[in-house]
């Protein structure tokens, strides 16, 4: 299968500090890639070169074939663990106001037909992600869950073809956590989404993705700590086809896995404060 994503030789450096280095990954379209890892690990940073808010020190990535530029772009939507709504606004105007910025770069702002049209949008797309009864609540009204499935709406109302998540559920509870796992994968199937999602929790890497990457840094100096960046030290794909909304994935064991992983070495998982 050809790669949607590719990425060629890439580091990340601030300065003298090297944060990642040589990268090389494909990534097919349709993939769910989990990458986890221990702190400073540059799982974020890995995420910020794919969404263009940063360029990388050297390497190309490239979508279909075609090299990305350092800029965001409507092709890759992101979710960040905080959620990133506008307080003043409503759930629907919050979830409009991405389309209003797309389509009006200049005034952000929509008229005649072509509001209606984009609220008739928004409305579809916050049903599907279950606030169809909750679009004139603005964020202090909502729980947790609530904004964070508004922060998803606000990403996938511009039909990207790559969803890039940043630890989105970590400060959830376990119940809500559990319904947003259940969320993103019937969004990963009907949206034909391929998703990049960071965590540093084990459990929601090998029950969520078709993939788990695990970036950490393969030698060290100790004399010269930031003189080596991390790389991809496992790459374990996962005997996982996409199933029906109606169908859950049978979820794997996360010691399992772990002990899959500790035959060819050790990686610490930070619990606390992943990066």
């Not at 606030?131 to 511009?158: C, E, F, T, V, W």
């Not at 100096?221 to 909304?245: F, I």
């Not at 794997?252 to 930070?270: E, L, R």
């Amino acid at each position: 299968m050809s790669a949607l994503l590719s990425l060629r030789d890439i580091w990340v450096e601030y300065g003298e500090k090297v944060v990642l280095e040589r990268i090389n990954l494909d990534i097919p379209e349709g993939a769910f890639v989990s990458v986890v890892g221990p702190s400073g690990a540059g799982k974020s940073s890995l995420l910020r070169v794919v969404l263009g808010q940063e360029a990388p020190t050297r390497g190309v990535i490239s979508l279909d074939g075609e090299a990305l530029k350092p800029e965001c772009g409507p092709d890759r939507g992101v979710v960040f663990q905080r959620y990133s709504v506008f307080s003043h606004l409503t759930v629907l105007g919050n979830t409009v106001f991405g389309l209003e910025c797309a389509q009006a770069p200049f005034s952000a702002r929509l008229f005649g037909a072509k509001k209606r049209a984009a609220m008739a949008e928004a409305e579809e797309m916050l049903a599907a992600v279950g606030l169809g009864d909750a679009l004139n609540l603005y964020p202090a009204q909502m729980s947790g869950g609530m904004q964070q499935r508004l922060a998803i709406a606000q990403a996938l109302i511009k039909r990207p073809r790559i969803l890039l998540l940043d630890e989105p559920f970590g400060a959830l509870d376990p119940g809500i956590r559990a319904d947003m796992h259940k969320l993103i994968t019937r969004l990963w199937q009907d949206y034909s989404l391929t998703v990049i999602m960071v965590t540093h929790d084990i459990n929601e890497a090998f029950s969520l993705g078709t993939r788990v990457l695990t970036l950490d840094k393969w030698r060290h100096d100790p004399h010269a700590p930031h003189r080596y960046g991390a790389r991809v030290v496992y790459d374990l794909p996962l005997d996982r086809k996409t199933q029906s909304s109606a169908e859950q994935p049978e979820e794997p064991s996360a010691p399992a896995a772990a002990d899959s992983m500790d035959k060819s070495g050790s990686v610490t998982i930070d619990e606390t404060n992943n990066n």
